[in-house]
């Protein structure tokens, strides 16, 4: 009966180390100009900001800028209709840079040679709640991966390249 207790007990606590991710309190779905999806995004509100957490698959290896973007639209094949990065501060751009960073950096995506990489981030000047940092505003929010790595501090998009992803952030049901 004890050893069943310890592990009931180390189930439930493994349950509660991944219960934010379990339950996103928004999403998207990363496409590429083609329409297929190559990732996720989930996003919850963490103590101190929101937790991004991105699972990309099937994307050229190597370092990618990915940012959250002002408006919520993705139309391929340029996904431009996504806006510049979220920045309700006015910041430059670059986590970086000493007079930023935009609210929408991020940290660069590692992409493995099989295509596959994921980046875990909080974002500390945004906020799912209403108000001027809201990712989930009147227009939207769009999570993009670019073609290059983002140096973090060359304003406005760190030299990060095309886009080659997109989803528009979404509130989870």
Known sequence: MKRLWIVLVGVL????ATLPYARPQATADLKNAKGDV???AALWEDEGGVRVFAEVRGLPPGRHGIHLHAV???????FATAGAHFNPEGKKHGLANPQG??????PNL???ADGTGQVHY????VTLAP???SLLDADGTAVVVHAGADDHVTDPTGNSGGRIACGVIQKAP
């Open 13 to 16: 606590f493994a349950g509660c």
């Open 131 to 133: 108000g001027p940092a």
């Open 110 to 112: 590692d992409v493995a």
């Open 101 to 106: 960073p935009h609210a929408g950096d991020l």
């Open 72 to 78: 919520g639209k993705c139309d391929p094949p340029e």
């Open 122 to 125: 909080l974002a500390r000047r």
């Open 38 to 40: 190559v990732g996720t």
